[in-house]
């Protein structure tokens, strides 16, 4: 079967790989899983569900790192056409209440505990407050607690052995296999509904694209509760044939540990990831002989980062990837055979199946070189928010997904990303897009992490505030800094203030989160000062 086909469903992606291919899907930590046994479990915890009264359409919150029973229970939702929400182990009590109570959860799979955070209170109290919450499973709780908890762990056990189909009818191609809220930068997050076509057809997209194949082993880093570790890692390595080893949260020492015990061919990561991943003394112990391909995204990628992954990885293919929660995945990637500037300075070019446009603020087409909002269409956009949350400005009628990152394309197709459009910002009645000098900042011995705002001015109405992470060693200064940007920039886009930071606020996806760097630098409003912005953010 071709994955994309318009009649294909998670459940029958995994039923075919399954057939053709009998060997290792999954590792996670001393444990291997292959397809033929995921494709049983999923039939198996699937029946199990059922017999919970959890069938067609019902959500299911899983709140887990990276490990095997988050992948099972996705399978297994799949094949019965149950709805996985996809939730962080870092969120805490708020965000969860939001979540759960604006997906509708069902049931939820959790750990008893994790970093401190005790699940099992908190979903019993949970259940108590929302009558939808009707079912709680948990991984490394006590089995049966009276409460009717389930151990998940007792229903992963069953992986051997002949299984019967689910019982009911199986779900519709667009029917919604997924829920994955926005990372929340600004705002309460949306819930952007994934079906089983929108999943398949980016996954498959990007496997062709790349030629992940049955004989590559991808760790997976990125984490499953958003299509970076879903889509463009599970989903593209099932649709291949491979294998994926599971890091349950990313650490260097973990990580390079487990390159020597399972060399990996691909890696796949985002630019906080492999900039602390080169950063580490012992990086050159890693068993990095088998890698074929290196795919970073999820954020704006600094061509400095982009040369040190070049040098460290010399036998490797380097691809960028651009994708969206409301892509399902990857949507545009770095060609074969890019020039190095094109690799360097671009997000690359639409996959299979996408469209792009470049739209001015008046609504016309941008020319090409010209800066405006990226639009997509087409492979994984989805066509809606599912949620309360809605934005109608994000989905138009002939199906364009608003992207809200601004980029321009050139004569050859290439796009290049600009940064979102909330973070541009006027200087001097001149745009400045914080992406960019960030690049040329990002290239600087020792800098680790950059990021800039907009900060109100006086005279110029806003300037540029970038935040820089450097290595203790490194001898930056914030003059250095900004002598380095006067040779290398227009002067209206030279920063007018630098601030080091030990570190910087992330998202749960891995991204620098802006929204907070934009909170601590907003002015704090007077007495009876009317502050719409900081009304709408209570």
């Not at 490990?67 to 799949?78: K, S």
């Not at 296999?177 to 398949?200: D, F």
């Not at 001015?457 to 900004?482: F, H, M, N």
């Amino acid at each position: 079967m071709r994955f994309d086909d318009p009649a294909g469903t998670v459940g029958a992606a995994l039923a075919h790989t399954a057939a053709e291919h009998a060997g290792t899907a999954f590792i996670d930590q001393d444990a291997t899983y292959t397809w033929p046994e995921m494709d049983r479990l999923a039939t198996r915890i699937g029946q199990r569900l059922q017999a919970l009264g959890i069938g067609h359409g019902d959500r299911i919150g899983v709140i887990l790192p990276n490990q095997i029973e988050w992948v099972a229970l996705y399978f297994a939702a799949a094949r019965i056409g149950a709805v996985v929400v996809g939730l962080s182990v870092r969120y805490r009590d708020t965000e969860l209440d939001f979540m759960l109570s604006d997906s509708g959860a069902k049931a939820v799979l959790a750990p008893a505990s994790f970093a401190g955070f005790d699940y099992v209170g908190y979903l019993h109290a949970a259940r108590a407050r929302m009558p939808h919450l009707q079912h709680l499973m948990f991984v490394g709780a006590p089995q049966a607690d009276g409460d009717g908890d389930v151990d998940f762990g007792e229903w992963m056990q069953d992986r051997a052995g002949e299984t019967a189909a689910p019982s009911g009818v199986g779900p519709a191609p667009d029917d919604l296999v997924m829920v994955i809220y926005t990372s929340g930068t600004t705002g309460r997050p949306k819930a952007a509904g994934l079906t089983h076509r929108s999943q398949l057809t980016s996954a498959s997209a990007q496997q062709a694209h790349t030629g992940m194949a049955s004989t590559d082993l991808l760790q997976l880093a990125l984490p499953l509760n958003h299509v970076g570790g879903i889509t463009c890692g599970v989903l593209s390595m099932l649709i291949a044939g491979g294998a994926s080893e599971l890091v349950a949260a990313f650490q260097p020492d973990t990580v390079l540990a487990m390159t020597r015990r399972h060399p990996p061919t691909m890696l796949v990561g985002v630019p906080t990831m492999l900039t602390l991943l080169l950063m580490h003394p012992d990086f050159a112990q890693g068993n990095w002989s088998r890698v074929r391909l290196m795919i970073v995204g999820g954020s704006n990628v600094e061509p400095a980062l982009l040369k040190r992954l070049q040098t460290a990885f010399p036998n490797a293919t380097l691809m960028n990837l651009y994708g969206l929660s409301e892509s399902s995945g990857a949507v545009v990637m770095t060609p074969r055979g890019a020039t190095q500037d094109a690799l360097l300075n671009s997000i690359g070019k639409p996959l299979r199946g996408a469209s792009v446009r470049v739209l001015n603020p008046d609504g016309t087409d941008a020319a090409v070189g010209e800066v405006g909002e990226l639009l997509f269409r087409g492979c994984g956009v989805i066509p809606r928010y599912v949620g309360a949350q809605q934005d109608e400005g994000t989905f138009d009628a002939e199906g364009w997904l608003h992207s809200g990152d601004m980029g321009y394309q050139d004569a050859a197709g290439q796009i290049y990303l600009m940064g979102r459009r909330k973070d541009m910002f006027l200087q001097g009645g001149f745009n400045v897009y914080p992406a960019e000098v960030e690049g040329v900042i990002g290239a600087l011995p020792g800098v680790v992490m950059v990021a800039g705002i907009g900060v109100p001015d006086p005279v110029l109405g806003e300037i540029g505030r970038y935040y820089v992470v450097a290595k203790p060693d490194s001898g930056q200064t914030a003059d250095a800094i900004v002598a380095h940007c006067r040779e290398h920039l227009a002067d209206y886009k030279v920063p007018r203030q630098v601030v080091f930071r030990d570190a910087l606020p992330m998202t749960p996806a891995g991204k620098i989160q802006k929204a907070a760097l934009r909170d601590e630098a907003r002015p704090t409003p007077q007495a009876g000062e009317d502050d719409d912005e900081t009304q709408r953010q209570l």
